[in-house]
């Protein structure tokens, strides 16, 4: 069965540093895969989106690459601030309409 | 910027009672589902629903659960018969599913449900 690991449950930075968090996934050959940030108590809010072909997308502060080889994401939160503390989440994507399938995602917490 | 609505932020009910949790996707998406999430767990699918039927289900979605798009704007989760575990965060999303699409899904902001 398709399984997604995030590397793990909680990470702990610093103010200004930079976060970078993995999602890997098995049993999958997603064509796009998709960052979304969840807040205690929210519904999930999309990030980013990356899809097969492409090995890297940016938007301001984020950075995600897709390694379809390893079967590996990761998601990089440059000059980091305490305002980006949520859980962030994975989901590997193939076809407009199905269901999302998030792994449980990483608790990223910065500290000022 | 559009917005999913969802009512109500909170609904407490008693066990074997049947709750309707509301939600109004965003105008032009053709795609609708639900999720759910118990409390510090994963978000969960349960059903997609397109063009007036149900398009995917998982194992959740039993017989206790249906769907329904009353109108052109309402889509609707029925719980028939609640039990204690179906507590939990209900969330309704859409996406616009047009050809070519990648399927970005837009999330409400969640029906707490606590089923006493």
């Known amino acids: 069965s398709q399984k997604i690991e995030q590397n793990s449950e909680a990470l702990n930075i610093q103010e200004g540093k930079t976060a970078t968090l993995t999602c890997n996934y098995t049993n999958y050959s997603p064509a796009y895969l998709q960052w979304y940030r969840q807040d205690p108590g929210r519904g999930p809010v999309f990030l980013l989106l990356i899809r097969e072909n492409e090995k890297e997308k940016r938007k301001e502060r984020l950075k995600v690459t897709f390694d379809t080889t390893l079967k590996q994401s990761l998601f990089h939160i440059t000059a980091s601030q305490p305002a980006d503390s949520a859980t962030y989440l994975c989901a590997p994507h193939n076809q407009a309409g199905t269901a999302l399938i998030f792994g449980k995602g990483t608790t990223l917490s910065v500290s000022s | 910027e559009p917005e999913v609505t969802q009512t109500p932020s909170h609904q407490v009910t008693q066990m074997g009672q049947e709750v309707i949790l509301r939600c109004v996707p965003i105008s032009n998406h053709l795609y609708f589902y639900w999720y759910r999430q118990i409390l510090g767990q994963k978000v969960e699918f349960l059903v997609s629903?397109?063009?007036?039927?149900?398009?995917?289900k998982s194992e959740i979605f039993d017989d206790q659960f249906s769907v329904e798009r009353p109108d052109g704007s309402n889509f609707t989760l029925k719980i028939r018969s609640t039990k204690l575990e179906d507590s939990a965060m209900y969330f309704c999303?859409?996406?616009?599913?047009?050809?070519?699409?990648?399927?970005?899904?837009?999330f409400g902001p969640g029906t707490r449900l606590t089923v006493l």
């Open positions: 999303a859409s996406s616009d599913g047009y050809r070519g699409s990648t399927d970005t899904q837009y």
């Open positions: 629903f397109y063009n007036n039927e149900i398009s995917e």
